[in-house]
């Protein structure tokens, strides 16, 4: 195959894995009140599948780089693609809480092996294309986060919620197929990046380092409360008296903002000494769209939703500021790291805390509260890891 071929070939590959890395969480939670009635689904169920998805994302940021040290990253891709399918495939076909999440942790690592993998893959194959191609990840990564959520429950009315979730494997088989292809062409890279692994002296000096904390905190901020809001929202929104089809729709729109912004936030962000004042804005967002969910539901959803949805941009904002801060290719892969790992980390006991409120008491207001003290913490935080100067 000529090398206009494979690389034809390679973006097509991008493509499709880099849509894959989000189905399998979004198009779940609209239909978690559908599968709930025919198979009974604990408070623990809930808390922990709204757990896995940051945990998991976290645990890949750090294995995941001495993985791609020893193997290839289009080994790893294939890897990858193939827990996907098969996580996503057999879940959706089981009556069992306890193995529908043993499945899903495969899928969900499979996603975050994703994460970290394609990055270096861009660079490797497309070095004179990088921001190009890293736009076309970034961008189908988010379609990726956006469109199921927004299909679950038709493709539910259809073919039932299992038939809903059984479509976003049939996308993982077809990342498998690409991806062993490519596998088997074995197209040598136009330079050699290797992913870093986040240790060492370098570690040490981000661990010191409270700029580095801040960031990583107002990250893992954003992300605690992005996945309360990808498993909460739907179930929040049929409480109050929308049907599911509504719901699923807000969670569509609670993901395109965030992705519409993406395209805007960096340029935005590098022109700027200090993003603070945009960090602000987000955060009095996130706090009004909070309070209008909270105490009038039904007024304006969609105002809320949307209110919600440019608060939980701070995210695209946060991997900007990563770059903008580093001093070096080196440093920046370390403060990814560092930033993303921790992040997410921090990130996965948002659904579990407050799936723990919602269940224990009869007033949504310790859940609510909880969520707000992170928007204050969030906001505490923001000007040191704003501030302009390397990390």
């Known amino acids: 195959m000529n090398s206009a071929r494979t690389r034809i070939l390679i973006v097509v590959g991008i493509v499709i894995a880099a849509f894959n890395l989000r189905p399998g969480v979004t198009g779940l939670s609209p239909l978690l009140d559908a599968m709930g009635e025919q198979i009974h689904l604990s408070a623990a169920f809930l808390a922990i599948i709204g757990m896995l998805p940051p945990l998991l994302y976290g645990l890949s940021g750090f294995i995941t780089p001495r993985l791609y040290a020893r193997f290839s990253g289009l080994g790893l891709t294939l890897a990858a693609m193939i827990m996907v399918a098969i996580g996503l495939g057999a879940r959706s076909v089981i009556d069992s809480p306890a193995l529908f999440l043993a499945l899903s942790v495969l899928a969900l690592l499979g996603m975050g092996i994703g994460n970290v993998v394609l990055p270096p893959l861009v660079k490797s194959y ?135 912004l993406g395209f805007v936030l960096p340029a935005l962000a590098q022109k700027m000494a200090s993003a603070y004042l945009i960090v602000v804005g987000f955060c009095l967002s996130l706090v009004v769209g909070y309070i209008g969910l909270w105490l009038l539901p039904t007024v304006a959803p969609v105002l809320w939703t949307v209110l919600l949805g440019i608060g939980i941009s701070t995210f695209p904002l946060a991997l900007t500021l990563i770059t903008l801060r580093a001093r070096d290719a080196e440093s920046a892969a370390s403060l990814s790291g560092f930033v993303q790992g921790g992040g997410y980390l921090l990130a996965c006991t948002g659904p579990l805390i407050f799936a723990f409120l919602v269940q224990s008491f009869d007033s949504m207001w310790p859940a609510f509260s909880v969520v707000l003290v992170s928007v204050a913490v969030k906001f505490l935080v923001s000007h040191a890891a704003c501030r302009p100067g390397a990390i």
Not at 141 to 150: A, K, R
Not at 163 to 174: H, I, K, N, P
Not at 218 to 227: A, D, E, I, V
């Open 126 to 260: 497309f070095p004179d294309r990088v921001a190009l191609m890293s736009t076309v990840h970034v961008g189908l990564l988010q379609f990726g986060t956006f469109i199921p959520p927004l299909v679950a429950v038709p493709l539910a009315t259809g073919f039932g919620w299992r038939g809903s979730l059984l479509v976003w494997a049939g996308f993982g088989v077809v990342g498998v197929a690409v991806w062993i292809l490519i596998r088997l062409i074995r197209p040598a890279p136009a330079t050699e990046v290797a992913a870093a692994v986040v240790g060492g002296s370098e570690l040490a000096r981000l661990m010191r380092s409270k700029r580095a904390w801040a960031l990583m905190t107002m990250t893992g901020l954003t992300s605690f409360n992005n996945f309360i809001l990808f498993t909460w929202l739907p179930s929040l929104l049929t409480r109050s008296g929308f049907d599911a089809a509504f719901a699923g729709a807000m969670l569509a729109l609670v993901t395109a903002i965030p992705l519409v």
